[in-house]
């Protein structure tokens, strides 16, 4: 369970805010590797505090590795695959899917303070699609296929307990189910049609 960085209180699946001394608890990114903040090139504003501009913060996982952030309401805004490079460069050593976490992960989690709607790309100023990240994950992406995805204040931490949890193993073996499937149908309608 996480705790908060300034009174080491317990805070909720989800919550950013520690219910005991009102401190707003950001994602601990100095934990994963020392990152610097300077104003982007591209004057990005952030998709839900509308006139905020992002930031972006250099988390140098393996050379530079920058991705934008809104100091007002800490959400992150990831380039195409960035999400998946951090996933994979901050949690590794998950070999086992653990199905009751993973059943219990959304059970705790504070409804999302937005109202369900659609938001425009930091870039482009499109709508975004919204887009469940992955099985019994509970995040709800909103992603511009050219641009990159939203996460709000929260959802990024709750991603790391959910790969932690096997929440991709179980998604990897989804999809390769889902293949198998497609491919038996494929299969068989093939057969049907030498048949006939």
Not at 37 to 48: A, F, L, Q, V
Not at 71 to 87: R, V
Not at 140 to 165: M, N, P, Q, T, Y
Request: net charge negative; aromatic share 8%; charged share 30%.
């Amino acid at each position: 369970m996480a705790r908060c960085s300034n009174c080491n209180a317990p805070l909720p699946d989800g919550s950013i805010v520690c219910a005991y001394c009102g401190d707003r608890n950001d994602v601990d990114l100095k934990g994963i590797h020392y990152y610097t903040t300077h104003e982007s090139d591209e004057s990005r504003t952030c998709p839900r505090c509308n006139n905020t501009i992002l930031k972006t913060i250099d988390l140098k996982l393996t050379g530079k590795f920058l991705i934008e952030r809104c100091e007002q309401c800490l959400g992150f805004f990831f380039n195409p695959g960035e999400l998946e490079a951090l996933l994979d460069a901050t949690v590794n050593n998950v070999w086992l899917i653990d199905n009751i976490g993973l059943d219990s992960i959304n059970l705790h989690r504070k409804p999302d303070p937005y109202p369900v709607a659609y938001i425009k790309c930091p870039v482009c100023s499109k709508l975004m699609n919204r887009v469940n990240y992955g099985a019994k994950s509970g995040v709800i992406l909103d992603s511009c296929k050219a641009h990159g995805v939203w996460l709000d204040s929260g959802e990024l931490r709750h991603l790391f307990e959910w790969v932690k949890l096997g929440g991709r193993l179980l998604e990897k073996e989804r999809q390769e189910q889902r293949r198998i499937d497609e491919e038996k149908k494929l299969n068989e309608l093939r057969k049907e049609i030498e048949e006939t």
